[in-house]
């Protein structure tokens, strides 16, 4: 018996395309491990490296006009940095830096602003932050690139190829704004490191798949319309993972899918890209989806993209009370890996392995300095050093950095869940403001931990939540909390939940207690809303000019218009700014 001599399968061909992306992929990886690695033999004198921060900004900006104002030639020590500097925010920085984004030279740096960074801050005023190529290269890229490692390390798939990411901060102006200096106001994501500071390698992952540049021309401004694009072409993607930072934004995506589930079938069968021809029509993918829709009913992440391994984005303060939940959406086996601690100003921990949560501190971006979170900041506050802080304890944050800020209260407050190797471990807690009528001296991470207490006890899961302040009968006031649940609630389980809610904010605030024995409070109210509220309002802020990165989850909501707009009937002609 004979047979035919066994020939190999053709070689596929390797385009150039993926041989770039296969060799710039490589040098990536190479780079994140170098920068992880480097940051985690910094630990292990954190001390020491802290002092070397405080010694090169004061060297370097000590010619600068706050420098000399403040003595920085002079200054040898953090108790010196101390009593020279006071404790201050943004409204203190911010008559330095309308300085220099006028076009004045040497103000708070030595080094000129490339751009501008723009944050939403906690009242929702956009601030300017001087974004230098010192503070970039001392400050921002060590940990921009670490934070990539426990990603690249447990799940290397999603590196592979350019469109095995939906990146969903990734949203480049055509036309930024600029300042007066001309530098552009733009938020972090919104910069082409490349360009900008010399980093191509810093272009995120997902930054060069098929929907990264739209191919159809848009409003910059309409930016539910260009969420729409993106996410109509991301269905015909095999996407291993989703980036957004702002959970909101990852939370929105399974209700985008309803909302505009029609109009993506249509144009994945006929080619159209928001009604323009841009491709081949693809029958079978859309008849797909028409049956993914048919078989569930609802049609979920999962279904779309089955091979999703991974979500990277914050998972603590309020995104922690619906994360669970939003993780099944995606997969029963999808991790969430927690982007880094960090402001616009500023990073302050990374996570360097696989905790959930939480990230080491970033030791030579920046002097750090924490006060606890109990007391008020003030110019005089004392302060502790980074390895001074005790695990099971929340802190105000404050840090100064060779980019120009200097004792710097962020506004952010993070929690120590434990010490490794001595190291605290750093998770974002919460917002730094109060809710406080009463005496009751609210800080969100309190109210978030006596919400996870409540719904824990009563085996209760809910999609988002907000509180605000109302007026009781007579003279006390007492809080309301709106909440989508997660499931159905009966009227029951409402009513116990309210008393476990009430018991839990007495239990973590020693000032909420005292406020309802005074009988200065009543005991919390509760509006259900209907699950896909938050997802409604979000679509509303973003409609309304805010970009999806910076529409983030606001605990604490006073403002009567907003809450309306949260928690009102939902008008019947509503669709949610979007243009079909």
């Not at 869940?417 to 403001?433: C, E, F, H, K, W």
């Not at 719904?455 to 909440?483: M, W």
């Not at 802020?541 to 989850?553: E, H, L, N, T």
Request: neutral net charge.
């Amino acid at each position: 018996m004979t047979t035919e001599p066994r020939t190999e399968p053709a070689a596929a061909k390797t385009s150039p395309d993926e041989i770039d992306h296969a060799t710039r992929t490589a040098r990536y990886r190479d780079r994140v491990f170098a920068e992880h690695d480097r940051l985690a033999a910094e630990l292990v004198d954190l001390p020491g490296q802290q002092k070397r921060v405080l010694a090169d900004l004061l060297e370097f900006n000590s010619g600068t006009e706050f420098g000399k104002r403040h003595g920085f030639a002079a200054i040898r020590t953090v108790d010196d940095f101390r009593r020279a500097v006071p404790v201050q925010d943004y409204a203190a920085h911010a008559p330095y830096i309308e300085r220099t984004a006028a076009g004045e030279a040497n103000v708070l740096s030595a080094d000129r602003p490339v751009v501008y960074f723009t944050s939403s801050g906690s009242t929702g005023a956009h601030k300017k932050i001087p974004v230098t190529a010192r503070f970039m290269r001392t400050t921002f890229f060590p940990f921009y690139y670490a934070a990539w490692a426990p990603l690249l390390r447990h799940f290397p798939e999603v590196a592979a190829r350019p469109d095995a990411v939906l990146n969903l901060k990734h949203d480049p102006p055509a036309r930024p704004p600029v300042m007066a200096d001309g530098r552009p106001h733009v938020g972090a994501s919104q910069v082409d490191f490349g360009a900008k500071f010399g980093e191509p390698l810093a272009a995120e992952l997902g930054t060069r798949a098929p929907w990264a540049t739209l191919p159809v021309e848009t409003d910059p401004a309409d930016h539910l319309e260009r969420l729409y694009l993106r996410l109509r072409l991301a269905v015909q993607g095999d996407v291993r993972m989703l980036i957004g930072i702002n959970p909101a934004v990852i939370a929105a995506v399974p209700y985008q899918l309803g909302l505009w589930w029609p109009r993506i079938v249509r144009e994945v069968r006929d080619g159209t890209v928001g009604g323009v021809r841009t491709g081949s029509p693809d029958p079978a993918r859309a008849a797909e989806l028409e049956r993914l829709a048919g078989y569930f009913g609802t049609v979920r992440p999962a279904h779309v993209w089955p091979r999703v391994r991974a979500l990277f984005c914050w998972t603590t303060g309020v995104a922690s009370l619906y994360m669970p939940a939003l993780r099944r959406e995606y997969g029963v086996d999808v991790a969430t890996l927690p982007a880094p601690v960090a402001a616009s100003e500023g990073p302050v921990a990374v996570a360097l392995d696989r905790h959930p949560e939480a990230g080491t501190p970033v030791a030579s971006a920046a002097l750090y300095e924490f006060v606890p979170a109990d007391d008020d900041l003030a110019p005089d506050s004392e302060t502790l050093l980074v390895h001074e802080l005790e695990p099971g304890h929340d802190y105000h944050v404050v840090f100064s950095h060779v980019g120009g800020l200097y004792r710097y209260a962020v506004g952010d407050v993070v929690h120590v869940p434990d010490r490794v190797d001595g190291v605290p471990r750093l998770r974002y807690a919460g917002r730094g403001t109060r809710s406080d009528v009463a005496g009751e001296r609210l800080r969100e991470a309190q109210v978030v931990r006596a919400l996870r207490d409540a719904l824990a006890a009563g085996g209760l899961s809910l999609r988002n939540v907000a509180c605000r302040v109302e007026r009781s009968a007579g003279s006390a006031h007492h809080y309301t909390f709106a909440i989508a649940p997660g499931t159905g609630w009966h009227t029951t389980e409402a009513q116990r939940f309210l008393g476990r809610l009430d018991a839990a904010l007495a239990a973590r605030s020693d000032g909420y207690r005292r406020a309802r024995a005074g009988r200065r409070l009543t005991a919390p109210t509760l509006r259900l809303l209907e699950p896909e509220a938050f997802h409604r309002d979000w679509h509303a802020a973003v409609a309304g000019g805010v970009r999806p990165a910076q529409a983030k989850d606001r605990l604490f909501r006073q403002d009567d218009a907003l809450w309306e707009r949260l928690t009102g009937p939902r008008p019947a002609d509503a669709d949610d700014g979007h243009h079909h």
